[in-house]
């Protein structure tokens, strides 16, 4: 009989292993579990906060992977048994596989900042996963009078996408320059530094003076708890009061990580740089942003470079052989306006044990760059999120 790998989550690790995979080796037979009838990128939801971009050039079906001749199961994986080797299903419904990949991304730690639970974050959106709560954010910011203050919270590492919150405040300032000028942004960090810093506060000097100001942990930035009623968020050297409130919570992999039992106390994934098997149980995989394993930013571009590695490796083991050492790459682009973009890059190896950077390898946008160049960068962004989802989803 064929090889059986069953792959739980559709996203851009989860999603992209599936197709490498039959790519790869078409006498292999692929399930996916994702129970969304349609992804919901998370890049370029920032532009979307901001009004620059429609919600559905974020959406992505799943007939593309079918095509591919992988089955797509539209269900939640509940539970998985791994002595059996066997997933369970919402339904109670169980899948076998011979190898099992998991990639659910991330969930919100709904038990790590006092007064900050799912029902908190109707009135104080996270917009981490991008869907409702990023049409949530964007409406408080369309209702705001003008003059209000923005607070954005900003968890410590790791989490999803590091310069995603500084993109964030670049891209409402710039709504907010055009139609709420006397607004005021202000991020709470529980960070000392962060992605590209000197990158983007060189380009909010240029674009929108006086407008967002960043406090860092040793100045008071760690929020403590929030009052999601009043929109007040309490850190060691006082609270802020917000018109806007936007928490991104600390982050721990998918919950169904947890439950496989591949999470680990710190509730990410341990994996070996090589296979990306889990350190904790044999057989399971884990890629994208629930692994930790070293220096690799938890990005999409991760996890699509890690999907193709995975899958081979998936492959090597089921033929009989030994894995590759992977070298993997990541790019992350960040918008500060429709036509201001940056990136940082870097290359990893395994070392020791865990996937480390490659010394002279990356690197960042240039601190002096002509406005030509920023604008070339905020294309290249845009060309890369259409080469990436085409890889994902066909
Ligand atoms: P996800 O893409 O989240 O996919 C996980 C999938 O698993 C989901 O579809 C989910 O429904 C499914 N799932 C979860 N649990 C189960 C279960 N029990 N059963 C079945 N399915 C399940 N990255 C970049 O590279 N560039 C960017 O410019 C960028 N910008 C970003 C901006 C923002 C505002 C944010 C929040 C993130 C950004 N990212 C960016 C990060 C990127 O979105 C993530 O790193 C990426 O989505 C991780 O991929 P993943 O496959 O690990 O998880």
């Given at each position: 009989a064929a090889p059986r790998v069953v792959v739980i989550g559709g996203g851009f690790g989860g999603a992209s292993l599936a197709r490498a995979l039959r790519r790869e080796d078409p006498g292999i037979s692929v399930a996916l579990i994702e129970p969304n009838a349609h992804y919901t990128a998370c890049p370029l939801s920032n532009a979307v906060i901001a009004g620059l971009r429609d919600m559905k050039a974020q959406h992505f079906g799943y007939a593309g992977i079918e095509a591919d001749g992988i089955t797509h199961v539209p269900q939640r994986a509940v539970r998985v048994e791994p002595e059996q080797r066997r997933v369970v299903l919402a339904d109670e419904a169980r899948l076998s596989y011979d190898r099992l990949v998991i990639a659910p991304g991330i969930d919100m730690r709904f038990d790590a900042l006092p007064g900050y639970d799912a029902s908190a974050s109707q009135l104080m959106p996270h917009a981490w996963k991008a869907g409702e709560q990023t049409l949530l954010l964007r409406r408080q910011l369309e209702a705001m009078e003008d003059g209000g203050l923005v607070v954005i919270s900003a968890p410590a590492n790791p989490f999803r996408c590091p310069p995603g919150p500084y993109e964030r405040a670049s891209l409402i300032a710039h709504y907010l320059k055009a139609h709420k000028p006397r607004s005021k942004i202000l991020i709470l960090d529980a960070k000392d530094g962060f992605s590209k810093q000197r990158l983007f506060e060189a380009?909010?000097?240029?674009?929108?003076?006086?407008?967002?100001?960043?406090?860092?942990?040793?100045?008071?930035?760690?929020?403590?708890?929030?009052?999601?009623?009043?929109?007040?968020?309490?850190?060691?050297?006082?609270?802020?009061?917000?018109?806007?409130?936007?928490?991104?919570?600390?982050?721990?992999?998918?919950?169904?990580?947890?439950?496989?039992?591949?999470?680990?106390?710190?509730?990410?994934?341990?994996?070996?740089?090589?296979?990306?098997e889990s350190r904790l149980v044999p057989n399971i995989h884990v890629i994208g942003d629930a692994a930790i394993g070293g220096a690799m930013p938890k990005s999409a571009f991760t996890a699509n470079a890690q999907a193709k590695a995975c899958a081979s490796a998936v492959i090597a083991l089921l033929r009989g052989r030994d894995p590759d050492e992977p070298k993997l790459i990541n790019t992350c682009y960040s918008l500060l306006a429709p036509d201001y973009g940056i990136s940082i890059a870097g290359v990893y190896t395994p070392q020791n044990g865990l996937l480390a950077e490659v010394g002279g390898a990356g690197g960042t946008s240039p601190l002096d760059a002509p406005a030509s160049v920023r604008a070339e960068e905020a294309a290249y962004g845009e060309a890369w999120f259409q080469t990436i989802t085409t890889e994902a989803f066909g």
């Open positions: 380009g909010w000097a240029a674009l929108y003076p006086g407008m967002i100001e960043w406090v860092g942990l040793s100045f008071g930035g760690a929020v403590t708890g929030v009052d999601a009623g009043t929109r007040t968020l309490r850190t060691d050297f006082g609270e802020h009061r917000a018109m806007v409130a936007n928490v991104i919570p600390p982050q721990r992999a998918g919950a169904i990580a947890a439950l496989a039992g591949v999470a680990d106390r710190t509730g990410w994934c341990p994996i070996d740089p090589v296979s990306f």
